[in-house]
Antibody
Framework: QVQLQESGPGLVKSSETLSLTCTVSGASISGNTWNWIRQPPGQGLEWIGYMYNSGTIHYSPSLQSRVTISADTSKNQFYLKLTSVTAADTAVYYC???????????????????WGQGTLVTVSS | DIQMTQSPSSLSASVGDRVTITCRASQGISNSLAWYQQKPGKVPKVLVYATSRLQSGVPSRFSGSGSGADYTLTISSLQPEDFASYYCQQYYSTRRTFGQGTRLEIK
């Protein structure tokens, strides 16, 4: 059973860098696709970016200039860094694996399953 | 980016009602669409992927359909536990995007 757990500071000062860790158990981060998603209080879901096989990375265009996703395969962890944060970055941050299945031996994937339980990060002034 | 527009943004319905939520993409997404349910304070849960494939353990009253740019999630007979928020998500593009959500409330 794949499980994910986010960790990191719950409070970050405005203009500083938000750093989160997602620890994965039950699956190797190598050979899988791992995502970061966030949800501001009372609002909808926003995809931040993903990393595939610790190498291929895609980011949301709206966050691309401030975000970095990386991984440490020896620890089976992946990371999120978001620089120059403002109050608009206050959100619950989730990590999630890409859901996938094989359709007639062809890979199909791109949804999010499973998810971590989420961690609230508040940006203070 | 592919924009995903859900409608309605909120909906009031009664137990036993049939409910349909729609999601329109800004371009065709070749059935690369998933639906999620989220209850207050909880983690989103995938209900449907690849437009119409039901996630294991999801009740059969949930179903998905669609093609091209237009997709729907249908709940055939609302149960009390179905009152929640629902989101669509496209994965046709490497830049994943969600719809803005539909809040399903008890009438």
């Amino acid at each position: 059973q794949v499980q994910l757990q986010e960790s990191g500071p719950g409070l970050v000062k405005s203009s500083e860098t938000l750093s989160l860790t997602c620890t994965v158990s039950g699956a190797s981060i190598s050979g899988n696709t791992w995502n970061w998603i966030r949800q501001p209080p009372g609002q909808g879901l926003e995809w931040i970016g993903y990393m595939y096989n610790s190498g291929t990375i895609h980011y949301s265009p709206s966050l691309q200039s401030r975000v970095t996703i990386s991984a440490d395969t020896s620890k089976n962890q992946f990371y999120l860094k978001l620089t120059s944060v403002t109050a608009a970055d206050t959100a619950v941050y989730y990590c999630a694996r890409e859901g996938f299945y094989y359709d007639m031996s062809a890979y199909d994937g791109g949804w999010f399953d499973p998810w971590g339980q989420g961690t609230l990060v508040t940006v203070s002034s | 980016d592919i924009q995903m527009t859900q409608s309605p943004s909120s909906l009031s319905a009664s137990v036993g009602d049939r409910v349909t939520i729609t999601c329109r993409a800004s371009q065709g997404i070749s059935n690369s669409l998933a639906w999620y349910q989220q209850k207050p304070g909880k983690v989103p849960k995938v209900l449907v992927y690849a437009t119409s494939r039901l996630q294991s353990g999801v009740p059969s009253r949930f179903s998905g359909s669609g093609s091209g740019a237009d997709y729907t999630l249908t709940i055939s007979s609302l149960q009390p536990e179905d009152f929640a928020s629902y989101y669509c998500q496209q994965y046709y593009s490497t830049r994943r995007t969600f719809g803005q959500g539909t809040r399903l409330e008890i009438k």
